[in-house]
Nanobody
Framework: QLQLVESGGGLVQPGGSLRLSCAAS????????VGWFRQAPGKEREGVSA????????DYADSVKGRFTISRDDAKNTVYLQMNSLKPEDTAVYFC??????????????????WGHGTQVTVSS
């Protein structure tokens, strides 16, 4: 059974850093692109970053470019989102999601059929 589990969220001060992890089980990880999405209270879910199945292509939302870095470790069936220079507007529940395929992963949430339950990130002083 395909399963995604996020971890690493928490409370951090503005300017701080967090690293989120998305651990996968139940499927051939190397065949899947993985994305990170977030949803703040009262707002729609938005794509943050995604990485291709090969790990060679990454997408970022303009709001996080230069601050967030996505990576994957297929030996550990895990995708990471390193978040630096965090801002209060980064506060949200962060979800990882997976889809099978190759090439540019994209940030459209409706293209990802498999989802984790999310981890809360709060940026506040």
């Amino acid at each position: 059974q395909l399963q995604l589990v996020e971890s690493g969220g928490g409370l951090v001060q503005p300017g701080g850093s967090l690293r989120l992890s998305c651990a996968a089980s139940g499927f051939i990880w190397k065949s899947y692109a993985v994305g990170w999405f977030r949803q703040a209270p009262g707002k729609e879910r938005e794509g943050v970053s995604a990485i291709s199945s090969s790990g060679g292509v990454a997408d970022y939302a303009d709001s996080v470019k230069g601050r967030f870095t996505i990576s994957r470790d297929d030996a550990k069936n895990t995708v990471y989102l390193q978040m630096n220079s965090l801002k209060p507007e980064d506060t949200a529940v962060y979800f990882c999601a997976a889809k099978i395929g190759v090439g540019v992963p994209g940030l459209k949430s409706n293209e990802y059929p498999y989802w984790g339950h999310g981890t809360q990130v709060t940026v506040s002083s």
